[in-house]
């Protein structure tokens, strides 16, 4: 796609770019054909790759383990089995060190959080182009559209709306959990209470207040900060193999060395989401006197 006529600023905004849905200036709905169409579109348009690729992957995580669960033996395991109990054994340790109150919620939450998040990280790792490429045959011939105005990103996790629609739903179950455990009043009395005690109530609010809401937004800004960052060094890589053989080889060992990093990138920032979303929901459960 880099060596097609298009400028390096034009290649690097292509791929950073959703495929999105939505309604169009003049009310009729569709695919966004610019960056403009899309910001035309606000709020309500649908980023159909995003939705379609955590969905997928999703469905991808149920499948194998369940297909593990359904293979399990009492007698000696397969590598199948031995790899999913391996995958349980270490979210168990996890939740055992990091969660001191008695939930059935938490240990499948963490297990689902830490394989879902670490397989659409892990589709960092696919060639940048390949996929794109593909879904532009695909708009071009099936659905009549400019191959350069198919937009089409392959990792969930760079889209902000993916990181935050996990990191609010971890927020909403850590209230939930706050209200029922603490009861309404021992809630607000924490925000309103501490750190300083009843004189302490204005700055205590303000302190609490800032402390609750900063929990989903660095939850979901680390996740897609580090991920984006490290789809962006892909795609200057990328850019060098238009630029010569000598630089195309360049270009190829740099990518394989940054692929070996960003493996540990990939599962450290799957572990993180997890481990905080154990430790919000410990928090949760805490009662302070």
């Not at 021992?186 to 402390?211: C, D, R, T």
């Amino acid at each position: 796609m880099a060596a097609e006529g298009i400028t390096s600023t034009e290649y690097i905004r292509h791929h950073l770019t959703n495929l999105t849905f939505g309604k169009h200036a003049d009310g009729s709905w569709g695919f966004a054909h610019s960056v403009d169409e899309i910001r035309e579109m606000g709020f309500w348009g649908i980023q159909v790759d995003s939705i379609g690729w955590s969905i997928f992957l999703g469905l991808v995580f149920f499948w194998y383990f369940r297909k593990a669960a359904r293979q399990a033996t009492t007698g000696v395991p397969g590598g199948l089995q031995n790899f999913v109990e391996w995958i349980v054994e270490f979210i168990d340790t996890s939740v055992r060190g990091s969660f001191t109150a008695k939930n059935d919620l938490v240990a499948p939450m963490a297990l689902t959080i830490f394989c879902w998040v670490f397989l659409m990280n892990l589709m960092d790792l696919i060639p940048v182009d390949w996929l794109p490429m593909v879904a532009q045959q695909i708009g071009h011939h099936v659905f009549g559209m400019d191959p350069h105005h198919v937009y089409f990103k392959v990792v969930p996790t760079t889209d902000p709306n993916v990181t935050f629609g996990m990191a609010i739903a971890v927020f909403f179950l850590m209230l939930y959990y706050s209200v029922k455990i603490k009861g309404p009043d021992g809630f607000m009395a924490e925000l309103a209470f501490q750190p300083f005690g009843k004189y302490g109530l204005p700055v205590n609010l303000i302190l609490e207040g800032v402390s609750l809401l900063a929990k989903p937004l660095s939850l979901s800004l680390r996740l897609f900060g580090n991920m984006y960052a490290g789809e962006t060094i892909f795609i200057l890589i990328a850019m060098m193999y238009s630029a010569g053989t000598v630089m195309g080889i360049f270009g190829g060992v740099l990518q394989l060395g940054w692929a070996i990093f960003h493996i540990l990138i990939i599962t450290l920032q799957a572990f993180i989401f997890m481990t905080l979303t154990i430790v919000y929901m410990d928090m949760a459960h805490q009662k302070h006197h």
